[in-house]
């Protein structure tokens, strides 16, 4: 009943920039939050960084001044801007809402994965 569309992914040097989008759709009352999270080959999936409907935002301190999280003009679209790219940061990255759908029932909603690479 909720559909997360993410796109962004990429190779790019190390250095360079990507910037991730999420964009959510369905039958959505509403949403108090979302997160953008990482897996790389072999590791466990880990938070990368999420805001709240109310703005707050937290990133994990490997990202912390080089990512940013945030909320789109569209409805229901939310970004993750990546500056300052490091190899390490190549991973599948996902996105997840939480929220309300009409009629109340809570979910919490998974996206398909982007592959994002830095590799020169």
């Known amino acids: 009943q909720v559909q997360l569309v993410e796109s962004g992914g990429g190779l790019v040097q190390p250095g360079g920039s990507l910037r991730l989008s999420c964009v959510a759709s369905?039958?959505?009352?509403?949403?108090?939050?979302m997160g953008w999270y990482r897996q790389a080959p072999g590791k466990q999936r880990e938070l990368v960084a999420n805001i709240t409907s109310g703005g707050s935002t937290n990133y994990a301190d490997s990202v912390e001044g080089r990512f940013t999280i945030s909320t789109g003009n569209a409805k229901n679209a939310k970004y993750l801007q990546m500056n300052s790219l490091k190899p390490e940061d190549t991973a599948v990255y996902y996105c997840n809402v939480v929220g309300r759908l009409r009629g109340g029932v809570p979910f919490s909603s998974w996206g398909q994965g982007t592959q994002v690479t830095v590799s020169s």
């Open positions: 369905g039958s959505i009352f509403s949403i108090n939050g």
